[in-house]
């Protein structure tokens, strides 16, 4: 494949400047805090989504690293609320409190909270120009059907991935092969007569078959959530600190509801790795000194999670039935 690497390159650089996303606005920008935030919310997450929501608003209310850094954690989440995987926000806001600029090489920026192996490679290719590759689900997806790979190892891929790099043009090489996974190469139905890449796809007779699909199975999980109403018609929240939705506010999960709490419905919510089936649970209490109540306007301008946001919704179904 050595020899045909090259025209092969050269063919990926023309395809790109044909048929690229070049006016993504991460794109467009030598700003490496702006492509840093760009990378953290790209992972798990469409360009749609993030392009049309969210990259704006959050750097318009945090335009530098020193703004973030002097932002709270609330202030932060509530500006991801609504990207989910909420670690991502508090690694951002992490790091901005430990460094004034961001680092230039893999090392550095690999120490850093929340940046793995991809992301720091990204950052240096696309801030820094450095000559490594980076490594998407798309880019996987291209170098499996390239060297025919079913159930290939990271080591393998990250050994294929620099073997390829176009060492002089990093940045438009690595743009192009995740567009091309995501605008060509596609999981079903591959446009294979339109890739660049394919002289030298060893799968190409049966594209669909790399990487081998692993069967996926989304566990359930299930917890009865309380609803706690003072006298003043405030409601009791808490702010998490466990790893899982760190930082948001939500209401109370409890293993078993008070007798005297009323079963008004029940929400369910769907996450990358398992459901989430809640029954709610509403119950008048004294204020206590040691919990946190807010009114609805109030719990506005907290950051919540989907699945509280519809436990809220179902309250104040629960109160206009009550009322009428």
């Known amino acids: 494949m050595s020899n045909t690497l090259a025209p092969m390159r050269r063919q990926i650089l023309d395809w790109y400047r044909q048929n690229g996303r070049k006016t993504l606005p991460w794109r467009n920008t030598g700003n490496p805090y702006h492509i840093y935030v760009s990378e953290v919310m790209l992972q798990q997450t469409q360009v749609k989504t993030v392009l049309e929501r969210f990259y704006f608003p959050f750097l318009e209310a945090f335009p530098t690293l ?49 940046i793995g192996k991809n992301t720091a490679h990204a950052i240096a290719a696309f801030a820094f120009k450095q000559p490594v590759p980076v490594m998407e689900a798309n880019v996987k997806r291209i170098l499996c059907r390239i060297h025919k790979l079913k159930t290939p190892s990271e080591k393998q891929l990250w050994e294929h991935a620099y073997a390829l790099i176009d060492k002089k043009n990093p940045f438009d090489y ?28 060893q799968g190409k007779s049966m594209p669909e078959g790399y990487p081998e699909k692993k069967k996926k199975t989304v ?12 006298s003043s018609g405030r409601l009791s929240l808490s702010q998490r600190s466990g790893k899982f939705l760190h930082g948001l506010w939500g209401f109370e999960s ?32 004294s204020p206590q000194k040691q919990k946190h109540y807010f009114d609805i306007k109030e719990i506005d301008t907290l950051a919540i999670s989907k699945a509280d946001e519809k436990i809220l919704k179902l309250f104040l179904l629960q109160c206009e039935k009550d009322s009428s």
């Open 174 to 201: 690595n743009q192009a092969m995740m567009d091309i996974g995501a605008m060509v190469c596609l999981p079903q139905n591959p446009l294979c007569a339109h890739c660049p890449l394919f002289d030298i796809c």
């Open 254 to 285: 409890v293993e078993i509801p008070p007798h005297s709490a009323q079963y008004i419905g029940e929400v369910t919510h769907g996450y990358t790795h398992f459901k989430l089936r809640c029954k709610v649970y509403l119950c008048q209490e």
């Open 66 to 114: 020193e703004d973030l850094a002097s932002a709270s954690l609330d202030d932060v989440l509530k500006k991801w609320e609504g990207l989910g995987y909420y670690t991502r926000a508090k690694h951002l806001h992490q790091t901005a409190r430990q460094i004034s600029k961001m680092p230039e090489t893999i090392e550095a920026l690999i120490k850093l909270p929340g």
């Open 219 to 230: 566990p359930l999980r299930e917890e009865n959530i309380l609803i706690s109403l003072c």
